[in-house]
């Protein structure tokens, strides 16, 4: 069940990136509209994704009652931040991929890959679990991850000269999370016509990603999908590191500190600290300038990884 699971959830991702590679392929779409396409994510169906998603799954009792685990995921992306940047000074990863490097190891598609893999596994019990952890990556991601990526460009100390950018300072997706928890703490209502809107707009996030990861292949060729040093360190840090880090930080606190962990959370942050890298790495890339050829060569590598990875997973949450 949950080797099938993941398959499909993969084969979804790899047919909708297919399916952008041989529009490109055939002339359906011009040379800026891959470029129209991310900014149509980052800053409108995004945003409205995470708005939706928080406010769908997360109410203001389950928040609090759940605070108090948040620690776990936290403590293992900081940690796997600072493993991610001593491997770019070890490795001498080159400017403009250390920021999609750093974010590859420590942030992952929880939404389209890391939800209905939960869900398949654990069913509306780990639900819970899972929204921690996707609480933490999202903040991760757009509150500290997004600027790593922003500021590892040849030109950033050219666009340090000029006015501040508050648009990588405050993005929209870090906007609307924040808007969110604010509206879920409060307990606002969102009238039913506007969070249908957000719905249908948010929805546009993953296969709009999964279209453009298409165009960028087919714009970088096939036989630029390669398995070259950077990224097959990148894909052990997700593959390896991460998960190891986040069963050594479990461990450390049911062994070191006799803390109680429920079995559902154990498993659940397990699997989720192993589901292949951001659907929208390369589109931050290109947003900032960074080697998009690079984090879509790691997106696309670390998707049909991740049926390898499946059965390994399985094992390890079987024995921690």
Not at 37 to 65: D, G, Q, W, Y
Not at 89 to 116: D, E, Q, W
Not at 194 to 211: A, D, K, M, N, Y
């Amino acid at each position: 069940m949950f080797f099938l699971t993941t398959v499909e959830s993969l084969l979804i991702i790899l047919i909708i990136s297919a399916l952008g590679y041989f529009l490109k392929k055939y002339d359906w779409f011009d040379d800026k509209f891959g470029k129209s396409i991310s900014r149509l994510v980052i800053k409108v169906a995004l945003p409205c994704a995470i708005f939706m998603s928080v406010l769908k799954h997360i109410t203001r009792e389950n928040l609090l009652n759940l605070s108090g685990d948040l620690i776990y995921p936290i403590v293992t992306v900081v940690i796997s931040y600072t493993v991610a940047y001593i491997l770019t000074k070890v490795m001498k990863i080159p400017v403009g991929r250390r920021g999609i490097f750093m974010n590859g190891v420590a942030n992952t598609n929880v939404v389209s890959i890391g939800l209905p893999l939960n869900m398949a596994l654990f069913g509306s019990d780990g639900m819970a679990y899972f929204l921690i952890f996707y609480l933490v990556n999202t903040f991760s991601t757009w509150c500290f991850g997004v600027y790593l990526i922003a500021n590892d460009t040849p030109n950033v100390e050219e666009n340090k000269e000029h006015k501040i950018n508050w648009g990588k300072i405050f993005p929209p997706p870090m906007i609307g999370l924040f808007i969110a928890i604010v509206y879920v703490i409060l307990d606002l209502p969102v009238p039913r016509f506007v969070g249908e809107t957000l719905g249908f707009v948010g929805g546009l996030t993953v296969p709009l990603s999964l279209i453009y990861v298409g165009i960028r292949v087919f714009d970088a060729g096939i036989s630029s999908i390669k398995f070259d040093r950077d990224t097959i360190v990148a894909l052990c840090g997700r593959f390896i590191l991460a998960p190891a880090i986040m069963v050594c930080v479990l461990l450390i606190a049911m062994k070191g500190f006799d803390i109680q962990l429920s079995n559902l959370l154990v498993r659940t942050f397990v699997v989720q600290s192993g589901v292949p890298m951001l659907a929208v790495l390369p589109i931050l890339a290109g947003e900032s300038g960074g080697d998009v050829k690079y984090a879509t060569n790691l997106l696309v590598s670390s998707t049909v990884l991740f049926i390898v990875v499946v059965p390994i997973l399985g094992k390890v949450i079987g024995w921690v």
